[in-house]
């Protein structure tokens, strides 16, 4: 079978664009490859974190992970800083990397540009994220658009690593998914909902409330025409509402749109909002009861666990191969 790695860094809330998009896709992936689900908390302290903050994040994603339905039995879940491996790993691929091809990584540049007082780890961290995937032999690496530079990068340093050392690291896949459900903004349908949003009202959180998910639906913006139909060009904000029914639902489209014939748009966001509110109460029951329960600790020390057990192998084989430390 092979074999799967996905990292999530735990900064900003959750929305069902990342539920729809990610998370749904990773329940059903787990039946399909061996996979492990990382949550990258060293990438986040490549900008400043409270601390506090970052630890309670850190908790509150992994029993995300789990409510929305990966099985701890078929996938690997755990904390990227709990497995050495790949702090020592990530300072390898850094000695390989050349600083001419980190410095074109087009979000060192963008987070970059114009700033004062950038932290290296800004121009560093592609090596940690090539890391991340070469220790666990991956195969394939579910990525978005905006990380497939990132991706080509980790292929580079895992073939010159192998030029220069022989063939230890498995040159991963890099697999862009389905386009399925493309969740936009609720206040900007043109622009995808994004968990570092800051207008509060454009996004919802897998955690929001009954309440605050009907006001934010409430006030997303549709047209004047008055008429539910699908046209992602000339009338987004609706469709965008559709598609969030039915990615909920799991029903078509036009299921939806023949659900709401002839209604006015109040009764049409009311509807999406019962839809949504609906699907994410059992996940958010799950999520509560996890949250500060052993079951979720015993959950991760068993990830992190298996994810040591991988990871320490390639490493030696690594060190080995570069003729670090004792050879035995």
């Not at 932290?119 to 994220?129: G, K, N």
């Not at 990871?311 to 030696?316: I, Q, R, V």
């Amino acid at each position: 079978m092979k074999t799967i790695f996905s990292g999530v860094q735990p900064t900003g809330t959750v929305t069902i664009g990342n539920y729809i998009g990610a998370f749904r896709q990773f329940t059903e992936l787990q039946y399909e490859y061996d996979c492990l689900f990382c949550i990258v908390d060293q990438h986040a302290i490549t900008v400043q974190q409270d601390p506090k903050e970052l630890s309670k994040t850190i908790r509150s994603l992994a029993a995300l992970y789990i409510a929305s339905g990966i099985d701890p039995e078929k996938a690997i879940l755990f904390i990227q800083s709990e497995v050495p491996a790949h702090a020592q790993a990530g300072w390898i691929m850094q000695c390989l990397s050349y600083i001419g091809e980190l410095e074109r990584m087009t979000q060192f540049k963008d987070k970059s540009d114009g700033q004062e007082g950038v932290s290296s780890a800004l121009l560093t961290y592609p090596p940690l994220m090539a890391a991340d995937i070469l220790l666990y032999n991956t195969d394939i690496v579910p990525v978005g658009d905006d990380q497939t530079q990132h991706l080509e990068l980790t292929r580079d340093l895992a073939e010159r690593f192998n030029n220069r050392y022989g063939k230890i690291l498995k040159v991963p896949e890099i697999r862009i998914p389905k386009h399925g459900a493309r969740i936009k903004s609720l206040q900007d349908p043109l622009k995808k909902m994004s968990k570092s949003d800051p207008n509060n009202r454009a996004t919802i959180s897998l955690l929001d409330t009954p309440k605050q998910i009907e006001k934010k639906i409430k006030s997303a913006v549709t047209d004047s025409e008055g008429i539910v139909r699908f046209d992602e060009q000339n009338k987004p904000g609706v469709s965008n509402l559709l598609t969030i029914e039915s990615a909920m639902s799991g029903k078509s489209i036009d299921e939806v749109v023949s659900k709401y014939d002839s209604l006015r748009y109040g009764d049409f966001k009311a509807g999406v909002a019962e839809v949504v509110i609906n699907h994410l109460t059992p996940i958010q029951e799950k999520y509560y009861d996890l949250l500060e329960s052993p079951e979720l600790d015993s959950i991760l020390d068993d990830g992190a666990e298996r994810a040591n057990a991988i990871a320490s192998a390639t490493l030696k084989k690594m060190e080995n191969a570069m003729g670090l430390g004792r050879q035995r």
